[in-house]
């Protein structure tokens, strides 16, 4: 088995100021994501990116940043947090597409 | 584009009563996996399901699932809730053989199971 750590569980930003979120796995999957979570609007994909160094934008990329130096990691940045973006980010890792994933517990997003 | 559409935003069933959660989807994939994630208060979500075999019942935890490719539909049942069930339900699909690494989530569904 493995797991995947979401540091910080929640992370409290002032409007227009650049936050990260940080990800690691020890599954050794070679696949991450980042996906938003909102209420009745499900899980959206920022980034993924399928092997070390690689980014490839989801359906909710502007605004944010990603990063992938080590296989066992993948961090967010928030460019410019704003009100309207207070959610739960999510990472998730799998091993191959069609492969279950597995996701961490989660870090809020809360903006002042 | 891909879609997973889960009807419901909130269900609620009584304690013994059956369940159904209802998920249709769109999809030009060929191979496809299927998968149903459940979400506890505060907890990461976490595979309940997964089938890519048409037809197949798939069976875990008292929950089960048949893809049926000819009606586009992947729903969730469950012969007798649970207290316990009570939970967020996400229906999701993702490509097998293409250079497609997306996997695409429905809405959610809430389960309220009363006592």
């Known amino acids: 088995g493995g797991i995947i750590t979401q540091t910080p569980k929640f992370l409290i930003g002032q409007e227009g100021q650049k936050l990260t979120l940080k990800c690691q796995q020890n599954?050794?999957?070679?696949?991450m994501y980042w996906y938003r979570q909102d209420s009745g609007k499900g899980l959206r994909l920022i980034y993924y990116?399928?092997?070390?160094?690689?980014?490839q934008k989801g359906d909710l990329s502007e605004g944010y940043d990603a990063s992938r130096e080590k296989k066992s990691s993948f961090s967010l940045t928030v460019t410019s947090a704003q009100k309207n973006e207070m959610a739960v980010f999510l990472c998730?890792?799998?091993?191959?597409?069609?492969?279950?994933?597995?996701f961490g517990e989660g870090s809020r997003l809360i903006v002042v | 584009g891909d879609s997973v559409t889960q009807t419901e935003g909130l269900v609620t069933v009584t304690e013994g009563l059956p369940v159904k959660l209802n998920c249709t989807y769109q999809?030009?994939?060929?191979?496809?996996?299927f998968f149903w994630y459940v979400q506890y208060l505060n907890e990461a979500p976490q595979v309940l399901l997964k089938?890519?075999?048409?037809?197949k019942r798939t069976e875990h935890q008292g929950f089960h699932a048949t893809l049926h490719k000819s009606s586009s539909s992947f729903h969730l049942q469950k012969s007798s809730a649970q207290l316990s069930d009570s939970a967020l339900y996400y229906c999701?699909?993702?490509?097998?053989?293409?250079?497609?690494?997306?996997?695409?989530f429905g809405a959610g569904t809430r389960l309220k199971v009363i006592a």
């Open positions: 999701a699909l993702s490509d097998r053989n293409t250079g497609n690494y997306k996997y695409v």
């Open positions: 089938s890519s075999t048409d037809n």
């Open positions: 990116s399928i092997t070390e160094n690689d980014l």
């Open positions: 599954f050794n999957h070679d696949t």
């Open positions: 999809t030009t994939y060929l191979t496809i996996a």
């Open positions: 998730a890792s799998s091993m191959d597409r069609g492969n279950t994933l597995y």
